[in-house]
C-alpha cells in the first residue's frame, strides 16, 4: 500500500495538532507548515523524542523533525509556498492532501487589523490553492467557521442559510470558502470546507480573553475562581470536542467529501448548562457571577448536522461530559 503524504498548514495549533495525531497514527507522511504566531511546538511533543524543544534551534527552521514521518516547514502562509525552499519544490503528485487550517482566528482582532486578516486568512487560501493546483493535488481540505452565517439566532443552522459575515474574519473565511469552490469548477478538484461551530479540548489555550468559553469555566474551576456569565446564561452554543472535529477533517479525505459542510454536533447547551456540567466533572461549587448581556450577542445557536450524517457516521460523538472530563484532566496535569 502506498503511504499517503499530507500537508497541515497551522499543524502546531489548538485543532491542527489533534489532526496531525490523527494522520500519524493512521501512518500517514505528514508535512506540518506553521508560522508558530499562535501554535506551539509543545502540541506536537508526543511526536519528538522529548518534552523540551528549546535546543532544536534552527533545525526546525526549514527543517525535519526528529521521527522520519513528519516534517516541520516554518513558513508564512501569506506568502507564496510556491516560493518556500522546500514546497517550492514538490512534485506533481507529490502530495495527496492539504489540511489548510492555518488562520488568525480572532473577530476581535479582524476589526483592527484586517489587513492581517486578510493576508493570513483569505491570501493564505489562494496560496494553498495554487501550490495545490501546481502540484496537481486536487483536495484541500479548508477549516471554516460558523461565523459566516448571518440568522444565528435559528434553532438550527443549514448550510443553506443566509450567509453574510459580521467581521472581516467571517468574510475571509467565506471568501476562502467561494474560492474552493471556484478551483472546483474551474480546475476539476475536489477540495471541502467545514463549518466548524465551536471547539473545545485540550491544547485549547486557557486563561486568554480569546479562550473559548469551556477553557475559561475549566480554568477558573481549577482555580476556584467565581466565572462571569453575560446576561441569563440561557443562551446557547453547539460545543465539538477537538478530537471529533480532527477525525471529521481526516474523513473529508478519505471519504473524499466535495462541497461545504457543517461540524458541531447537532447538541444545544446553554451556558448555564455547560456550568452545571462543569461543576459535575470537576466537583467544583464554581459560582457565577451574571453581569448585563452585551450587545449584538447571539442567543441561540447550533448547527444542522443532517447533511455531514449523510455522509459519514458521527455515531461514538463524545458527549459533552466525556469531553470536559478529558480537557480537565489535561488542565490539572498541564505544567504552568
Ligand atoms: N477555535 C475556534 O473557535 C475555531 C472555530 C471555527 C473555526 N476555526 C478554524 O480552525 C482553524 C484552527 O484554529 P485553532 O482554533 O486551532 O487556532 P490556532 O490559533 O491554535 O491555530 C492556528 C494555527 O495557524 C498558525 N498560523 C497563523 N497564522 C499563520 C501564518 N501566517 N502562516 C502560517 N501559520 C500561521 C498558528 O501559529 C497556529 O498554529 C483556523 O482556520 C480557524 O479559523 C477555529
Redesign the pocket.
Known amino acids: 500500500m502506498t503511504i499517503k503524504k499530507v500537508l497541515v ?9 489533534h489532526l496531525v495525531d490523527v494522520l500519524l497514527e493512521e501512518g500517514y507522511h505528514v508535512y506540518i ?8 511546538l509543545r ?1 506536537l511533543k508526543r511526536w519528538n523524542s522529548g518534552d523540551d524543544f528549546s535546543d532544536y534551534g534552527d533545525m526546525y527552521k526549514y527543517g525535519y523533525g526528529k521521527r522520519p514521518k513528519h516534517k516541520l516547514i516554518e ?4 506568502k507564496p509556498l510556491i516560493s518556500s525552499p522546500w514546497l517550492g519544490s514538490l512534485e506533481e503528485g507529490e502530495l495527496d492532501c492539504i489540511f ?6 480572532n473577530v476581535m482582532t479582524s476589526f483592527k487589523e484586517p489587513y492581517d486578516d486578510t ?3 483569505y491570501i ?1 487560501t489562494v496560496n494553498v490553492l495554487e501550490l495545490a493546483r501546481k502540484i496537481k493535488c486536487n483536495k484541500v481540505v ?6 459566516i452565517y448571518k440568522d444565528l439566532d435559528q434553532s438550527c443552522i443549514t448550510e443553506d442559510c443566509r450567509k453574510e459575515p459580521i467581521s472581516p ?1 467571517g468574510l475571509n ?1 467565506l471568501a476562502s470558502e467561494k474560492l474552493l469552490q471556484l478551483y472546483n469548477n474551474h480546475y476539476g478538484m475536489r477540495n471541502v470546507a467545514f ?5 473545545y479540548g485540550p ?3 486557557p486563561g486568554s480573553i480569546f479562550s ?1 468559553v469551556v477553557m475559561r469555566f475549566l480554568d477558573h474551576a481549577r482555580k476556584d475562581e467565581e466565572v462571569t456569565i453575560y446576561g441569563d446564561g440561557e443562551q446557547t452554543r453547539d460545543f465539538i470536542f477537538v478530537k471529533d472535529i480532527a477525525r471529521c477533517l481526516h474523513a473529508g479525505f478519505t471519504r473524499d467529501l466535495e462541497g461545504v459542510f457543517n461540524l458541531g454536533t447537532g447538541r444545544e447547551t446553554s451556558i448555564n448548562g455547560l456550568l452545571d456540567a462543569v461543576r459535575s466533572v470537576t466537583g467544583k461549587e464554581l459560582k457565577a457571577n451574571y453581569k448585563d448581556s452585551r450587545k449584538g450577542e447571539v442567543r441561540r445557536s447550533v448547527a444542522d448536522m443532517t447533511r455531514l450524517m449523510e455522509q459519514m457516521d458521527c455515531e461514538g460523538a463524545t458527549t459533552l461530559e466525556e469531553g470536559l472530563k478529558e480537557t480537565y484532566g489535561w488542565l490539572t496535569r498541564k505544567k504552568r
Open positions: 498548514t497551522g499543524g502546531a495549533g489548538f485543532i491542527g495538532s507548515l506553521d508560522d508558530f504566531s499562535s501554535g506551539n502540541n513558513w508564512d502562509i501569506s489548510h487550517l492555518a488562520a488568525r482566528r493576508m493570513r486568512n493564505g479548508l477549516s471554516s467557521s460558523y461565523t474574519y473565511k463549518r466548524i461551530f465551536v471547539p491544547r485549547q489555550v473559548g
